[in-house]
T-cell receptor, first 115, second 115 residues
Framework: KAGVTQTPRYLIKTRGQQVTLSCSPISGHRSVSWYQQTPGQGLQFLFEYFSETQRNKGNFPGRFSGRQFSNSRSEMNVSTLELGDSALYLC??????????????FGPGTRLTVL | QKEVEQDPGPLSVPEGAIVSLNCTYSNSAFQYFMWYRQYSRKGPELLMYTYSSGNKEDGRFTAQVDKSSKYISLFIRDSQPSDSATYLCAMKLGAGGTSYGKLTFGQGTILTVHP
């Protein structure tokens, strides 16, 4: 079974631009979560989508948004990029059977550099 | 104060040593505990998943949870150079509500096993 895939793997943007990152979950997985990883803050939760609905959101500004499609693929968007948005953006998928016990499997991440 | 505290190291050990990695947490509502391994330029890979207090063993890895002390550990026996990576502890609240898709991570411990 193929793992979580993320595209693109690397991205360089300039301040003020916007960016869209894509995530394809493991086949059959319905929940997709996004995280930002930086050396200073570590891994921080951005948001989670299930059945095209955002169910949970972390403490990030409104410039960070996402969506999920009917095939469970997800995208996240960052508008008006700032230097501090440079990070590894990770996507994770899980079955989400509702018991809270499902584990998350991570993709390789998209490395975003903002100049 | 962060909800999950983890000593970032770095930790350097000789091949064959027993490695002990630890995390403490402040939120007693955490119910699920995980250890992930992350190699450079890769996404986190799930190593261990535990729910209740006590020990769980999988090959050379043993995860230990002490909910009364809010303390979790990962032990690696007979460590190998291929174990060199960053080890992340992660925790999840019970099912539903603000727990959807959200893992709270420690800062990660950088481990090097030298031949």
């Amino acid at each position: 079974k193929a793992g979580v895939t993320q595209t693109p793997r690397y991205l360089i943007k300039t301040r003020g631009q916007q960016v869209t990152l894509s995530c394809s979950p493991i086949s059959g997985h319905r929940s997709v979560s996004w995280y930002q990883q930086t050396p200073g803050q570590g891994l921080q939760f951005l948001f989670e989508y299930f059945s095209e609905t955002q169910r949970n959101k972390g403490n990030f500004p409104g410039r960070f948004s996402g969506r999920q499609f009917s095939n469970s693929r997800s995208e996240m968007n960052v508008s008006t990029l700032e230097l501090g948005d440079s990070a590894l953006y990770l996507c994770a998928s899980s079955l989400e059977r509702g018991a809270g016990t499902d584990t998350q499997y991570f993709g390789p991440g998209t490395r975003l550099t903002v100049l | 104060q962060k909800e999950v505290e983890q000593d970032p190291g770095p930790l350097s050990v000789p091949e064959g040593a027993i490695v002990s990695l630890n995390c403490t947490y402040s939120n007693s509502a955490f119910q699920y505990f995980m250890w992930y391994r992350q190699y450079s330029r890769k996404g986190p890979e799930l190593l261990m998943y535990t729910y209740s207090s006590g020990n769980k063993e999988d090959g050379r890895f043993t995860a230990q949870v002490d909910k009364s002390s809010k303390y979790i550990s990962l032990f690696i026996r007979d460590s190998q150079p291929s174990d060199s990576a960053t080890y992340l502890c992660a925790m999840k609240l019970g099912a539903g509500g603000t727990s959807y898709g959200k893992l709270t991570f420690g800062q990660g411990t950088i481990l090097t096993v030298h031949p």
